[in-house]
């Protein structure tokens, strides 16, 4: 999974440390407002390793008592700039003890 999925695992931790809250209690509260979460799935989403829906960034928000743009950093993610213009695609790396192929067509062998 690529972390860009989940910028707010950080937050997530760093707020429910502020709050003196372990993963169950948070957890447990998440649960009575009626947001499916388990404490494998949070300790996921604060390690960035499962992507946050747009409803479990509300109930984080509710539950740690911050506004839902509390939750994202303050960085920005990306530059702006368009990728991949100049950029060479690679594949796969060559091996080096293959031959080569040769350019010339099948018909002509």
Avoid: W
């Avoid at 209690?25 to 300790?43: E, F, P, S, W």
């Avoid at 509300?58 to 539950?63: I, P, R, S, T």
């Avoid at 839902?68 to 950093?73: C, K, Q, T």
């Amino acid at each position: 999974m690529h972390r860009d999925g989940n910028v707010i695992g950080p937050n997530v931790a760093k707020f429910r440390y502020q709050r003196n809250l372990t993963q169950d209690d948070l957890v447990g509260k998440l649960q009575l407002l009626g947001c499916y979460m388990t404490r494998n799935i949070l300790a996921s989403i604060e390690t960035q390793r499962c992507p946050v829906t747009d409803k479990q960034i509300e109930f984080f928000a509710h539950v740690l008592g911050v506004k839902e743009g509390d939750l994202f950093p303050t960085r920005r993610h990306f530059s702006g700039q368009v990728v991949g213009l100049n950029t060479e695609i690679r594949t796969r790396r060559r091996c080096p003890r293959r031959r080569r192929r040769s350019r010339e067509p099948l018909a002509r062998r």
